[in-house]
């Protein structure tokens, strides 16, 4: 984790008689099978056609991330006029209609029939494709945009709004598109940098022009304590987002098709807990403490956490909840056993004779992984709160969220694969915005993510073999709070923005792009409708 260790219309799909192809292309039969295809898939434009010449044949839409494949037609293409509207052919769709009509400016008429000139959104009785995948046609002056889920024809609504803003108008033809992988987003550390509910409902805004899907909040930390909390109100920090606006930053996440992810890590960065309960701060035989660590040989230690944990595992109503597990500072002394006897004594009475720190450590994620599930959500963990070689060993339902192969404990990512674990990337070598630089940390530009990056570079430069694909869920780009004044809010959103771009088009494409970084750079001005 953070560096802080001084360390369709129902059946959509165009039929394209005598199809004139000018690039073969595979469609791939559920939305992660595009792993490492080489090529990027943006450039598969296939003509058919028409019985008019009066147009050229269209061009592929020009969107971030790009489209996968766009079969081309001769026609005008479509752009709003006065009398356009946007229609949902399935009322599960209206949220997604209205934002629409909202951002084109034109209106919403419900579930009605399209006329010329219009947007219709459907969702599709079938067809192949995961639920993020979506169809968009252009032709007869009206756009369809379908897919088997709501996500997908929400993803499908982007790439409208992006061609408009880019070009003008939407391309005449048929867009298919999936991503390639399922979870592309963002994470930022609240807890050591304070940011408005504002700020972060801003970001979300522009996560979801870009097809990312998932935010995570690192809100607990060394510094501070950064939610309201009804359980445990001692721990939280004098700066701090309300439960009300948590609230409302999911609301605006869940329109948005985006997945909140709290994290509460432990058994380390718990000094904003600890300061309340100094009783249970970890300390040596010589009785120095240990920052940010709590003893896990206290029961009480376990309690505190799985309260906070209950609590806010019920606030954000998500898949996922990460209880972070890195940085133990028990483990990172020389002879743990000698430093810490409480717990070397709770470990061997707890897990046997030949049980160590590591394992009582080892446990403890399992502990609160399991109270993670009962809650009916799937943990996640850094990956250096994963050990091998003792007596108890990481649950395999937790996902690795793999950072770091520096740290104590940590191991090559082809290690946590081979034992068929389920890994996130986020490689600190290019996804890591630090602020302040520390630790030889250096702003991660979106060229570097862009020309070099994909989601197999899980560790340092070199990426792992593709046979691992289906183990590697995706990515998300972190902002780490170690100096929190070293950039303001706004200098923040700034620095990332283009770095956020490049994650968006990698994760959705892994192959080498099309354009250029300078014509990436000005496409993503060109998309841009924030200002």
């Given at each position: ?503 968006s088009q990698k994760l959705w494409d892994p192959g080498k792009p099309e354009l250029s970084w300078a014509e990436f750079k000005t496409l993503a001005d060109e998309v841009d409708s924030s200002d």
């Amino acid at each position: 984790m953070s560096p802080s260790r001084a360390p369709l219309v129902a059946g959509a799909a165009v039929a394209v008689a005598a199809a004139v192809t000018l690039t073969v292309v595979v469609w791939p039969e559920d939305s992660g099978s595009g792993a490492g295809n080489g090529a990027s898939a943006s450039s598969r434009t296939s003509a058919s056609p028409s019985p008019t010449r009066s147009y050229p044949l269209s061009t592929t839409p020009r969107t971030i991330p790009a489209v996968r494949e766009h079969t081309a037609a001769r026609g005008p293409g479509w752009k709003p006029d006065k009398d356009s509207t946007v229609v949902a052919a399935d009322p599960e769709l209206a949220d997604e209609a209205k934002l629409l009509a909202k951002e084109l400016r034109i209106g919403y008429r419900g579930e009605k029939s399209p006329r010329s000139g219009d947007v219709e959104l459907a969702l599709a009785a079938s067809g192949k494709g995961g639920p993020e995948s979506y169809t968009l046609r252009t032709a007869g002056d009206r756009v369809t945009i379908s897919g088997p889920g709501q996500a997908g024809v929400f993803y499908g609504t982007r790439t409208l709004k992006q061609s408009l803003n880019a070009d003008g108008s939407m391309p005449e033809g048929t867009v298919r598109d999936t991503p390639d992988r399922p979870q592309r987003g963002l994470n930022i550390d609240i807890a050591r940098k304070h940011y408005s509910a504002e700020w972060i409902e801003d970001r979300l805004h522009e996560m979801a022009d870009l097809k990312l899907n998932q935010l995570g909040l690192h809100f607990s930390d060394d510094q501070a304590f950064r939610i309201e909390s009804d359980t445990h109100p001692e721990v939280v920090s004098e700066d701090h987002l309300s439960k009300a606006e948590v609230r409302r930053i999911v609301k605006l996440a869940q329109s948005l098709h985006i997945t909140v992810v709290g994290e509460i890590d432990s058994p380390g960065h718990l000094g904003a807990v600890l300061r309340a309960h100094p009783d249970l701060q970890l300390t040596d035989t010589q009785g120095v403490a240990r920052k940010g660590a709590v003893d896990i040989s206290k029961a009480e230690s376990a309690k505190i956490v799985d309260d906070l944990l209950g609590e806010y595992a019920a606030l954000f109503p998500g898949d996922w909840f990460h209880v972070g597990a890195d940085e133990y500072q028990a483990l990172t002394v020389s002879d743990p056993a000698a430093s810490f006897p409480q717990l070397a004594a709770a470990a061997r009475e707890k897990y046997g004779d030949d049980a160590s720190i590591q394992d009582l450590a080892e446990g403890w994620l399992n502990d609160r992984a399991a109270v993670i599930r009962k809650a009916e959500k799937t943990p996640k963990a850094w990956n250096d709160g994963f050990f091998s070689g003792g007596t108890v060993t990481g649950n395999k339902g937790i996902e690795v969220e793999y950072w770091t192969g520096k740290e104590i404990g940590a191991r090559p990512p082809q290690d946590y694969l081979a034992e068929g674990r389920k890994v996130i990337n986020l490689n600190d070598e290019y996804l890591y915005y630090v602020l302040g630089e520390p630790n030889d940390f250096t702003y991660p530009t979106g060229e570097r993510i862009y020309e070099q990056w994909t989601p197999f570079v899980l560790r340092g430069t070199e990426p792992v073999a593709e046979r691992w694909s289906k183990q590697i869920l995706g990515g998300r780009f972190a902002v780490w709070g170690d100096f929190p004044n070293a950039q303001t809010q706004a200098q923040v959103a700034a620095g990332i923005r283009m770095p956020l771009n490049a994650v968006s088009q990698k994760l959705w494409d892994p192959g080498k792009p099309e354009l250029s970084w300078a014509e990436f750079k000005t496409l993503a001005d060109e998309v841009d409708s924030s200002d």
